[in-house]
């Protein structure tokens, strides 16, 4: 069973940067396709990003597409996700989460593992 930690949110001002970070254990991260989602207050959880066990396999939500980028490293067991020209909208909650059946999805059912969230700010 794995164990997932998020890092890295905080508050910033439209169009900064930040990096996320989720440091992954108890597991064998290779195993894991990985993902974000990210939820606001009152919405649904929406999907962020996914990265395939390889790494080879990219997927993004179609609002951050273009200003986020996933990736990972397996020496590290790490996954991070850089955000730039951040958004107002893209204020939430933003989870890690990790999925052992082996595809890389868009959907948070197929995920099994989950962080505890960091909270990204970002202010008009």
């Known amino acids: 069973q794995v164990q997932l930690v998020e890092s890295g949110g905080g508050l910033v001002q439209t169009g900064d940067s930040l990096r996320l970070s989720c440091a992954a254990s108890?597991?064998?991260?290779?195993?894991?396709?990985m993902a974000w989602f990210r939820q606001a207050p009152g919405k649904e959880r929406e999907f962020v990003s996914a990265?395939?066990?390889?790494?080879?396999?990219?997927y993004y939500g179609d609002s951050v597409k273009g200003r986020l980028t996933i990736s990972r490293d397996t020496a590290k067991n790490t996954v991070a996700l850089q955000m730039n020209s951040l958004k107002p909208e893209d204020t939430a909650v933003y989870y890690c989460?990790?999925?052992?059946?082996?595809?890389?999805?868009?959907?948070?059912?197929?995920?099994?593992?989950w962080g505890q969230g960091t909270q990204v700010t970002v202010s008009s």
């Open positions: 989460a990790a999925s052992s059946y082996g595809g890389t999805s868009r959907e948070a059912s197929l995920y099994n593992y």
């Open positions: 990265i395939s066990r390889g790494g080879a396999i990219k």
């Open positions: 108890g597991g064998a991260f290779s195993n894991y396709a």
